[in-house]
């Protein structure tokens, strides 16, 4: 199995700064990667999807880039309501699909 | 666009099952890959299973082999996952998700609103 390990567990910023947070897999995946964002009590949102292809209508402060094993995600500037959760799934063995354990990104 | 919406929340008895449904509107069912992913609380996602399209088979985590069984009733365009001999540990929020389109099958948009699963003697 693909194992997918994110860092840093958290993160702790203000609105305004530039954050990334790193995705590495177990084993080269290519591009088969997306990031989620979740917030409490919600469903995950698509936010990227093949490590850097932008779902529709997401915010362009988000981007991601990345191939083979290792990935970011990167916010540009933080707004107030990027603070959430985020997570990285590779697809690579689809249909069998792995998440990390997921970023938790809080107010400084 | 296609929207999911699941069944509501459950209470079971250690070694009881559920049935947790989720209805597709806006595509057929046949159209989408469909997938479970569960969430306990404080936790992170936890991929169950789901559909390939190209062969027209069902995958399931090895965690869950033997104890999960996703189907679907493509008459009404709704998906079932159901687990068996629930535990404590199976106390979580399951979501469908499904990919297709130009996601397809890198990412899952959309996803239900989760149903809450709580497994309590």
């Known amino acids: 199995d693909i194992q997918m390990t994110q860092s840093p567990s958290s993160v702790s910023a203000s609105v305004g700064d530039r954050v990334t947070i790193t995705c590495r897999a177990s084993?080269?995946?290519?591009?088969?990667l997306a990031w989620y964002q979740q917030k409490p009590g919600k469903a995950p949102k698509l936010l990227i999807y093949?490590?850097?292809s932008l779902q529709s209508g997401v915010p362009s402060r988000f981007s991601g880039s990345g191939s083979g094993t290792d990935f970011t995600l990167t916010i540009s500037s933080l707004q107030p309501e990027d603070f959430a959760t985020y997570y990285c799934?590779?697809?690579?063995?689809?249909?069998?699909?792995?998440f990390g354990q997921g970023t938790r990104l809080e107010i400084k | 666009q296609v929207q999911l919406v699941q069944s509501g929340a459950e209470v079971k008895k250690p070694g009881a099952s559920v049935k947790v449904s989720c209805k597709v509107s806006g595509y057929t069912l046949t159209e989408l890959s469909m997938h479970w992913v569960r969430q306990a609380p404080g936790k992170g996602l936890e991929w169950m299973g789901g559909?390939?399209?190209?062969?027209?088979?069902?995958i399931y985590a090895q965690k869950f082999q033997g104890r999960v069984t996703m189907t679907e009733d493509t008459s009404t365009d709704t998906a079932y996952m159901e687990l068996s001999s629930l535990r404590s540990e199976d106390t979580a929020v399951y979501y469908c998700?499904?990919?297709?389109?130009?996601?397809?099958?890198?990412?899952?948009?959309?996803w239900g609103q989760g149903t809450l699963v709580t497994v309590s003697s």
């Open positions: 559909f390939d399209p190209e062969d027209g088979e069902t």
């Open positions: 799934q590779q697809a690579n063995s689809f249909p069998q699909i792995t």
């Open positions: 998700a499904t990919t297709w389109g130009p996601v397809f099958p890198y990412g899952f948009d959309p």
């Open positions: 084993q080269g995946i290519s591009s088969w």
């Open positions: 093949a490590a850097s």
